[in-house]
Each structure stands twice: as structure tokens, then as C-alpha cells.
């Protein structure tokens, strides 16, 4: 089991930045594709970036590339966010999650199998 802690979420306008954090305490010797996804009111969850623990290589929704930057500290055993120039539609709760152990990332961003809790991120003026 692989239990994934988000933070860093909050209330900012719209054009600042913002950095979401994902602890994952009990990750050991084992490599793990981890992403980000959200899930704003009424609409699906969505992926938006993934990096894979083992060697760095990152995925990235086409919408999201630009903006986002996911990243991973191996000494940290953290997964990061960093989302510049926020706006209104980035509204939603965001979510930390991992596949199984070794399972490199997908291209499409699916089959993740352990999740957050989620953070919340709201932009507005």
C-alpha cells in the first residue's frame, strides 16, 4: 500500500503560481510512475503530468505542457507541481496518485492505482 499526502493548495488570482507537494513516505527502494490529476465541479478527472521515479522521463497532458512542470526528489521521496500562470479554469482539487511498483507511465495518463486525498486550488480575482 502507498499512501500519497498533497499539500500546497489555496486561493490565489489569476497569472500567479502556485506548487503543489506530494509526500510519499513508504516508497522504499521501488520505482514508481507518479501523477498529477484534477477534477474541478462537475466535470471528469483529468490527468495532467506524470513522472516516472526511476528515470525522471515525464508525461504531460497536451493542454498542461506549458504552464505545468511536474518533477520528483528521490531524496525527498516528493513529487512537485509547479503551475505558473494560473487561471480561473485551473479551479479544482488536485490529486496526487501512483501506479503499481515498477510500472512506468503511460502516455495516456491511466491505470494509477493508489490515490490522495486531493488539495484544493482555487484562481480568482
Known amino acids: 500500500r502507498v499512501e500519497l499526502v498533497e499539500s500546497g493548495g489555496g486561493s490565489v488570482q489569476p497569472g500567479e503560481s502556485l506548487k503543489l507537494s506530494c509526500v510519499v513516505p513508504?516508497?522504499?527502494?521501488?520505482?514508481?510512475?507518479m501523477g498529477w490529476f484534477r477534477q474541478a465541479p462537475g466535470k471528469e478527472r483529468e490527468g495532467v503530468a506524470a513522472?516516472?521515479?526511476?528515470?525522471?522521463?515525464?508525461v504531460y497532458s497536451s493542454s498542461m505542457k506549458g504552464r505545468f512542470t511536474i518533477s520528483y526528489d528521490n531524496a525527498e521521496n516528493a513529487l512537485y507541481l509547479h503551475m505558473n500562470n494560473l487561471t480561473p479554469e485551473d479551479t479544482a482539487m488536485y490529486y496526487c496518485?501512483?501506479?503499481?511498483?515498477?510500472?512506468?507511465?503511460?502516455?495516456?495518463?491511466?491505470?494509477?492505482?493508489?490515490w490522495g486525498q486531493g488539495t484544493q486550488v482555487t484562481v480568482s480575482s
Open positions: 496518485a501512483a501506479r503499481r511498483p515498477g510500472y512506468e507511465c503511460r502516455q495516456d495518463l491511466s491505470d494509477f492505482k493508489y
Open positions: 513508504a516508497v522504499g527502494y521501488n520505482d514508481y510512475c
Open positions: 513522472v516516472y521515479t526511476g528515470d525522471a522521463s515525464t
